[in-house]
C-alpha cells in the first residue's frame, strides 16, 4: 500500500530565506506527483505536477524535484514571502489505481516578516 | 470558466438524516472524486468517476453514495449522517492529456459538514 510521508508537520522561517520541503513516498510505481498549497479554511491549489518521466517542475519562486527511484520529492521555495504561509501537500497517482491519489498529511509552513 | 463547485458550503445534520453535498465542474473533465480531510488523517479517497456512468469505491467509502449521470455533475450522497462524517469535504476533477498521462488536479473550495 502507497504510504506518503512530508517531514517536517511544521516549520517557521523569517522572511527572505530559501526553503525545502520534504515528501516521501513507499511505492516507486507512480503516474505522477503533485505539490498543493492550503490556506487555511480553503480549498487545495495545485503548485507543481511532475511526471512520472520528469525529474523536476519550475513555477516561479517554486522549484519541485522527483527521485521516483528513491521515493522523494522536494519542493524548493527560494527567497520566502509571508505570503507563502500556508500547509504545504504532496501527493502521488499511483500507476495502479491511477484515481486513487495518496496525501501526504502536509507541511505547515509560517513565514515570519 | 467556474472551475468545481462545491455546495453547500456549510451544512449541520443532526445524527440520522440524509444529505446531498453537490459538485459540478464545468471544464469537460472525465475524472471525478470526492475526498474528505480530518485532522490528522490527512485527505482521504471516498469515491470517484472515470466517466459519466462509471463510479467506484476509494479509500473510505462506507456511508456515502454517488452516481454520475452526467460529466458535469458528481453528488455524494450521506445516506444517515453520523458524528464520525464531521469533516471537510472536498470534490475533485481531472482529465487525461496526450501520451497517456494524466492532469493536475482541480479542487473545489470544500464543504463543511458537522454532524450532531
Known amino acids: 500500500k502507497q504510504e506518503v510521508t512530508q517531514i517536517p508537520a511544521a516549520l517557521s522561517v523569517p522572511e527572505g530565506e530559501n526553503l525545502v520541503l520534504n515528501c516521501s513516498f513507499t511505492d516507486s510505481a507512480i503516474y505522477n506527483l503533485q505539490w498543493f498549497r492550503q490556506d487555511p479554511g480553503k480549498g487545495l491549489t495545485s503548485l507543481l505536477l511532475?511526471?512520472?518521466?520528469?525529474r523536476e517542475q519550475t513555477s516561479g519562486r517554486l522549484n519541485a524535484s522527483l527521485d521516483k527511484s528513491s521515493g522523494r520529492s522536494t519542493l524548493y521555495i527560494a527567497a520566502s514571502q509571508p505570503g507563502d504561509s500556508a500547509t504545504y501537500l504532496c501527493a502521488v497517482r499511483p500507476e495502479q489505481g491511477a484515481q486513487k491519489l495518496v496525501f501526504g498529511q502536509g507541511t505547515r509552513l509560517t513565514i515570519n516578516p | 470558466n467556474a472551475g468545481v463547485t462545491q455546495t453547500p458550503k456549510f451544512q449541520v445534520l443532526k445524527t440520522g438524516q440524509s444529505m446531498t453535498l453537490q459538485c459540478a465542474q464545468d471544464?469537460?473533465?472525465?475524472?471525478m472524486s470526492w475526498y474528505r480531510q480530518d485532522p490528522g488523517m490527512g485527505l482521504r479517497l471516498i469515491h470517484y468517476?472515470?466517466?459519466?456512468?462509471?463510479?467506484d469505491q476509494g479509500e473510505v467509502p462506507n456511508g456515502y453514495n454517488v452516481s454520475r449521470s452526467t460529466t458535469e455533475d458528481f453528488p455524494l450522497r450521506l445516506l444517515s449522517a453520523a458524528p464520525s462524517q464531521t469533516s471537510v469535504y472536498f470534490c475533485?476533477?481531472?482529465?487525461?492529456?496526450?501520451?497517456?498521462?494524466?492532469?493536475?488536479?482541480?479542487f473545489g473550495e470544500g464543504s463543511w459538514l458537522t454532524v450532531v
Open positions: 475533485a476533477s481531472s482529465y487525461s492529456i496526450m501520451g497517456g498521462m494524466l492532469s493536475t488536479i482541480y
Open positions: 471544464m469537460n473533465h472525465e475524472y
Open positions: 468517476s472515470v466517466g459519466a456512468g462509471i463510479t
Open positions: 511532475i511526471q512520472s518521466s520528469q
